[in-house]
């Protein structure tokens, strides 16, 4: 149990919920059953055979059992000597549990030497584990069958009358929740579907209610902090560089303005999560509140996850500053400041330079990468940190960040990945949320196809005809490839190639096969993380000027790139992206006036989950949608560690996209209880249960958000 499933103690245990439960005598749906997955079902046998074949080492048995659901139909196959016991035990009519992983052999669907345990009549021992009508099921592994655990649970169960309940009496009264030790019992063990449901609504509060409590402590935490009041200064440089700007801003960036700007003039530190969808003008809203702090006499640091990213900042930030950019240089104005870029891969010279810019005060704006984190780097003042897509960006590096300023610096996060609400109040519960929903001016509409290759090649040919169009009109395209293609990926592939699932497309490859097949004459260049920053810095010059026609590039662009004439975008084996991945590589096109295309293509069958998925990606463009689908996708991840989903969550019961009420009320209960009593001395059991949701190391992960 400790090696598979991770559970240690018997606490462990008793909170490893049944997945599902199986009514007796009811079957398991055999059509909707995942590949690739390790699945539990309940089913009868329809019939056995043993055939005999010639195999490479002579003759051998196969046994092949074909169970039904009433309707669908599944095939098991047992091999050499392990038929003999399964034909003794299936007979036509047996009903039984079976487990194993679903594949697909000639295009059926069967389960290879699947493990099963038999449900056999009333009069039998072996049904006593499972004496109610409802058959826990829980998650299970190929080394650790469901009916084992159950048959665990059953040994320890007794215990749970022992359990600790977190819940503070009041609370539980009034909103009439069962006790833990009855909860406990009715989730493993239940005799209707009712004491699923009680057991169910007690333990998401569990869950909920805890981690709302470790949330609200950091944010108590938070507001004794003391921090430096940032107030903008009239007819300073923020004044100086609205009167510059060629539009008026969003009623949207006006408000988040105006909830950042009144976060900055307190004596504690601002911590806020910004986020809008790819292309609502975040950047904007950042950089004025980095000129209100410079304005009161701070620095602002901006942290961007890539280098190209930094430098693709650096660049638009000075162009929509202008002169303003340009302090203790001749064409800068009275106002004007100084925005040093600081990488990695900058000369010696450059660096030094700008880190005595830094130290000095004579720059008030630094956009970079984790470098600016290093010891070396000193600043002035530092008043404000913006962060950048938070989730590239290590909770580590934003505390060394946090720990330069003289006192703790202000905090903006941005993320241009939505975030359902319920999330951002479980996973930022420590940030207060602003949200950009508007798009800007100017911005066109992104059309989204899933394009087939395996079965309809065709469609595929037309997908280069369709970017060949685009360049014709005068625009141009990006192709992404999930791998790179060169030596380092050729080792590691060598590595991964299991059998028959080929290895992702390459950046490298396909660059080749287009220039000389589909794309032949088009100017086509490549991108990739592991190019020399320079090299990457040219190549994105020559496509932002129009001189590359196609670029084919890995997910290096998927965040910030601006290219307003590139319209079209190919992404190959679209499958092997996350949904909020592709959500963010489509924002790359359409930034124009002219309407954005974006293609994913693919070799999932038709009716594989990750079909489903580019279904999904292709029929809206509203990020906060396609975040919801992403985390119902990977609903078993972990909300809380970095480990986006790994076998066993903190969160076992609460689906967080479903139980926004249950997140909320937990939430004002929360604030309530911390208000009262921040160090919960009263409350022993929920101090107990805070210590072990928050291993030391996710404790660290809390604190560092």
């Known amino acids: 149990m400790a090696e598979h499933l991770d559970l240690h103690t018997v606490g462990d245990l008793l909170h490893h919920y049944p997945r599902r439960y199986a009514e007796r005598g009811e079957l398991t749906t055999l059509a909707d059953l995942p590949l690739d997955e390790h699945v539990t079902v309940v089913a009868r046998v329809a019939d056995a055979r043993v055939l005999t074949f010639n195999g490479a080492r002579g003759r051998g ?53 699947p493990a099963y345990e038999l449900l056999k009549g009333e009069e039998d021992g072996a049904v006593d584990s499972w004496a109610g009508a409802l058959i826990p099921i ?63 609504d007690r333990l998401k509060w569990d869950e909920a209610f805890v981690l709302q409590v470790a949330l609200a402590r950091r944010r108590y935490a938070d507001t004794q902090l003391p921090a430096v009041a940032r107030r ?136 970079g990468t984790h470098v600016l984190i290093e010891d070396k780097v000193r600043f002035h003042d530092l008043g404000l940190v913006v962060v950048d897509e938070q989730h590239r960006f290590g909770v580590e590096q934003r505390d060394a960040l946090r720990g330069k300023g003289k006192q703790p610096p202000h905090l903006l996060v941005m993320t241009a990945t939505p975030i359902p609400r319920t999330v951002a109040m479980t996973v930022f519960g ?93 100017r086509v260049e490549v991108l990739h993380g592991r190019m020399a920053p ?58 124009g006036s002219a309407p954005g295309l974006c293609l994913l293509v693919t070799e999932a069958p038709e009716a594989s989950p990750a079909r489903q998925r580019l279904g999904a990606v292709a029929a809206t463009l509203d990020g906060f949608e396609l975040s919801r689908i992403d985390l119902e996708q990977r609903r078993e991840g972990d909300v809380l560690g970095q480990a986006q989903s790994g076998v066993r969550s903190s969160l076992r019961m609460l689906a967080v996209i479903d139980d926004e009420e249950v997140i909320a009320a937990a939430r004002e209960e929360a604030v309530a209880v911390v208000a009262a009593d921040p160090e919960l001395t009263g409350h022993p059991e929920l101090r107990t249960a805070l210590d072990a949701l928050l291993d030391k190391e996710r404790e660290r992960y809390l604190d560092k958000g």
């Open 138 to 200: 829980y998650p299970a592994t190929t080394k650790l069958e469901s009916w084992k655990i159950a048959k665990a649970v059953d040994a320890v169960l007794p215990s749970a009358l022992e359990a600790l309940d977190p819940l503070p009496a009041g609370l539980r009264e009034g909103r009439g929740l069962i006790g833990l030790p009855d909860a406990l019992r009715k989730v493993h063990r239940p005799r209707t579907k009712a004491d699923i449901a009680d057991a169910r």
């Open 232 to 367: 903008p200064v009239p007819g300073g440089l923020l004044d100086a560089f609205d009167a510059r700007l060629p539009f008026t801003l969003t009623e949207g960036q006006q408000k988040v303005s105006e909830e950042i700007f009144g976060d900055l003039a307190t004596e504690h530190p601002m911590h806020r999560l910004l986020q809008g969808e790819v292309g609502s003008g975040k950047t904007m809203v950042a950089l004025r509140a980095m000129l209100a702090v410079v304005d009161a006499g701070g620095q602002a640091a901006m942290l961007a996850p890539t280098e190209v990213l930094a430098q693709q900042h650096h660049r638009s930030v000075t162009e929509m500053m202008g002169e303003l950019a340009e302090g203790g240089m001749l064409g800068g104005t009275e106002h004007a400041t100084k925005v040093v870029l600081l990488t990695g891969s900058m000369g010696a010279a450059a660096r030094r330079q700008a880190l005595l810019d830094l130290v000095t005060g004579e720059a008030g704006i630094v956009i």
């Open 61 to 113: 048995q196969r046994l092949e059992v074909t169970i039904t659901d009433g309707s669908g139909r599944l095939q098991l196959v047992f091999f050499g000597k392990g038929v003999h016991k399964p034909h003794k035990d299936l007979l036509p009519g047996t009903r039984a549990m079976f487990a194993g992983k679903v594949s697909v052999f000639n295009r059926k669907t069967q389960l290879a030497h």
């Open 430 to 522: 420590d940030l207060e949320t602003s949200v950009l929903d508007q798009l800007p001016a100017g911005r066109s509409p992104i059309a989204s196809h899933v394009v087939p290759a395996a079965d309809k090649p065709h469609f595929l040919a037309r997908a280069w005809e369709r970017v060949r169009e685009e360049v014709e009109n005068g625009h141009q395209a990006y192709v992404v490839c999930p791998r790179i293609g060169d030596e380092e990926d050729e080792k590691k592939k060598a590595k991964d190639a299991e059998g028959d699932k080929r290895p992702p497309l390459a950046v490298l490859d396909v660059a080749e096969q287009l220039a000389r097949g589909p794309l032949a004459g088009l």
């Open 534 to 591: 320079d090299d990457k810095d040219a190549v994105m010059r020559r496509f932002a000027k129009g001189e590359t026609h196609v670029l084919v590039a890995t997910t290096v662009i998927e965040v910030g790139v601006n290219v307003p004439n590139a319209t079209a975008m190919v992404i190959m084996d679209a499958d092997r992206f996350g949904v909020s991945q592709l959500h963010q590589l489509r924002g790359r096109v359409g930034r």
